[in-house]
């Protein structure tokens, strides 16, 4: 049996204080009608601070908990444990207590090839929306409702008003035509006819039918209006609030809370300025490919001269750290050895010299010690598994968020009878476990800079590979540059980008741009070397050897020295 696990205020025997997250997981925990879960509660001591919200949960059954698994401990809960095994996140705990209901309705509500919200947040504005921002803007309402409400004035809350023009555009979603022919009962609709011709509403977030993104947004729009009634919104946001009483017709909302009204009195509603934009992620007018070409070289060599001028070195000692360490395959296992896998041969055998020079800098970092090693964004295990079969006085704890990914590698794990493993179904953010030494492979764009400033923050050492430098973005959690060096330099941000896009022209060796486009790499992770330098660490960066085992083989190793 599967273990849900959060933590509560208790008020009294019936009634406790949540979070928005653990409200909105225990609602679809009372949805799916999932038997095979058991519902864990750990009181927390002192008195309720932050967004919390009083439900009653007289209807749910429950065991209040003093000790836990430690894996439970290592991602911000909610959270799912089976045995080793870790979910973590709103989306990934909400469709694995959808995805094993008994109920065949239920399980629907994960949508086309049970795909609903299996995205995340870093790569899909609706996982995102759904997920983060959302669900940050309801809790900063109820943790500063001054900021929204002003005696008769309410602000309305962006995200609101995003969610209202989202619902008003085109329906955009997987087999589109067939759904129009079945909606309208016309086999005629041709599939050349425009997506916008179609006669397709969003009755729900992604078009007809309801999906498990709509129960986590009922949620939130269920808090908003407890605040502030419906009828002073229905002006503003009256697709929202349409969808909103639908939704309340499915009975989609099983857990009762208690909130103090704070819009009785309002009487005017300004509405904010957003990008008109819908909320999918393949929407064509997103972007502007103008804004997207970063490569003219005109604009390549005038970011380069700017490093130049400002005397930062570029240097790549072209060697890694760790080239020193023995290393033999044929000692491997052929479960940790990707020749004996699925992968083309040639393919797999650039993929082991890949393995093999993150391995060789990771035991050179642990020596005689036992470590915490976390593989960020795992995949399906490769360099962990075979970390785990290396270092076997090591604990490894593979940090993924795909679902499918993770199914190969526990597939492994268990061939090979590795007890040394954790595995976590999370995203970077939900990770808040201490280690020792952090490790990425080929973490695309921005995800390398998320595993060094995680590394930074537990003062563990780092050796991180990075790929998809064109990826790299402002986001939440981070901005670029990342150094203060480069934060000094006369560049402006689409520089930076410049150099970063011009960072990916690296495939072709017979191409005059592919040396330039090393050169970018350097420059790039020359910005990540300073920045971590700054933080305390010494930094290595070098090459992967052979150099052709990949395009994208530079090496950062960052050893804290505190």
């Known amino acids: ?87 973590a996140g709103l989306c990934s705990v909400a469709r694995q207590m959808i995805k094993h209901s008994e109920h065949k309705k239920v399980k629907k509500l994960l949508g086309f090839r049970d795909a609903c919200l299996m995205a995340c947040s870093e790569s899909s504005i609706w996982t995102k929306f759904c997920e983060v921002d959302m669900v940050s803007t309801i809790k900063s309402i109820l943790l ?105 017709e499915k009975n989609v909302n099983k857990m009762k809370f208690s909130l103090d009204a ?14 008109k934009q819908s909320l999918y992620t393949a929407n064509p007018g997103r972007y502007k490919p103008e804004k997207r070409i970063y490569t003219k070289q005109k604009d390549i060599t005038n970011s380069l001269r700017i490093i130049n001028n400002n005397h930062i070195e570029i240097a790549n000692s072209l060697y890694p750290y760790g080239d020193d360490v023995p290393f033999d395959w044929s000692k491997i296992p052929s479960e940790a050895n990707p020749t004996s896998g699925a992968l083309p041969e040639n393919r797999a055998y650039r993929k082991c010299d890949q393995l093999e020079n993150l391995a060789k800098a990771v035991i050179k970092l642990v020596g005689s010690k036992e470590c915490r090693i976390v593989d960020f964004c795992s995949g399906s295990g490769h360099l962990g598994i075979l970390l785990a079969y290396l270092l076997p006085k090591c604990t490894i ?52 800079d998320l595993v060094i400033q995680n590394c930074i923050k537990n003062k563990a050492h780092f050796v991180c590979c990075p790929c998809c430098y064109g990826g790299i973005h ?37 191409n005059r741009k592919t040396t330039q486009g090393f050169i970018c790499m ?15 660490y010494e930094v290595h960066l070098g090459k992967l050897q052979p150099f052709s085992c990949t395009n994208k083989n530079n090496l950062l190793v960052g050893i804290c020295s505190g």
């Open 1 to 87: 049996m599967d273990n849900l696990y959060i933590a509560a205020y208790q008020f009294d025997k019936i009634n406790f204080y949540v979070d928005l997250e653990s409200l909105i997981i225990l609602n679809i925990y009372r949805i799916s009608g999932n038997e095979n879960i058991k519902l864990n509660i750990k009181l927390l001591d002192d008195e309720p601070k932050g967004a919390f919200i009083k439900v009653d949960m007289s209807r749910v059954t429950f065991e209040i908990i003093e000790t836990f698994p430690e894996v439970a401990s290592y991602c911000v809960w909610p959270v799912i444990v089976q045995d080793n095994y870790v979910i």
């Open 144 to 248: 500063n409702p001054s900021s929204y409400f002003d005696g008769n004035v309410l602000k309305l809350p962006q995200d609101m008003s995003r969610f209202e023009y989202h619902m008003g555009q085109p329906v955009r979603m997987h087999n589109i035509y067939k759904v129009a022919r079945e909606q309208s009962n016309d086999k005629a609709i041709k599939s050349s006819i425009p997506i916008d011709k179609l006669d397709l509403h969003h009755t729900f977030g992604e078009g007809p039918f309801m999906t498990l993104s709509d129960i986590i947004l009922f949620s939130c729009t269920e808090i908003f209006l407890a605040l502030c009634p419906e009828d002073r919104l229905r002006e503003k946001l009256p697709l929202t609030i349409n969808w909103f009483n639908t939704m309340k």
């Open 262 to 275: 704070l819009g009785n009195d309002v009487t005017t509603i300004v509405v904010p300025d957003i990008v």
């Open 397 to 448: 704890i593979l940090v993924e968020n795909k679902e499918l990914s993770l199914v190969r590698a526990k597939e492994r794990i268990l061939k090979m009878n590795l007890t040394n493993i954790i595995i976590l179904q999370s995203n970077l953010d939900y990770f808040i476990g201490s280690y020792d030494i952090g490790v990425s492979l080929h973490a695309c764009g921005v995800a390398t």
């Open 474 to 510: 402002d986001c939440y959690h981070l901005t670029y540059p990342r150094s203060v060096q480069y934060q000094n330099l006369n560049m402006d941000h689409k520089d930076y980008l410049t150099l970063a896009h011009a960072a990916d022209q690296t495939h072709d060796p017979n």
């Open 522 to 536: 350097d420059a790039i992770d020359t910005d990540r070397r300073l920045y971590a330098e700054s933080c305390g």
